[in-house]
Nanobody, 124 residues
């Protein structure tokens, strides 16, 4: 069973989150690891994904501020969001699924495994 664990600072001026995957390599064929967030009182928002072979896809609304990367040797995924504002305050998740890109609202069942999430607060 794959497990995902996000880590990073909670109160930030800039946003960097790490997802550590255990129970399976992030290079396993046909799996895509997505970053997702949920702001207070709002639905899930797909940020972007990184594929088993390392390619990236982004939500167009966040693409210019988002960097996705991975360390295959450590089985870790990294999200970096620049130019953050209080509107970026949210719980940030990593999740594994079999779809690379989402051009529609996402739901939890779109992904087979989720990290527990990490609360990030961007002060005003």
């Amino acid at each position: 069973q794959v497990q995902l664990q996000e880590s990073g600072p909670g109160l930030v001026q800039s946003l960097s989150v790490t997802c550590t995957v255990s129970g399976g390599s992030i290079r396993i064929n046909n799996y895509y690891y997505s970053w997702i967030r949920q702001a207070p009182g709002k639905g899930l928002e797909w940020i972007g994904s990184i594929s088993y072979f390392g390619s990236n896809q982004w939500n167009p609304s966040l693409k210019n501020r988002t960097s996705l990367s991975r360390d295959s040797a450590k089985n870790q995924l990294f999200l970096r969001l620049s130019s953050v504002t209080p509107e970026d305050t949210a719980v940030y998740y990593c999740a594994r699924g079999t779809r690379e890109i989402f051009d529609r609202p996402i739901v939890r069942s779109d992904f087979g495994s989720w990290g527990q999430g990490i609360q990030v607060i961007v002060p005003s």
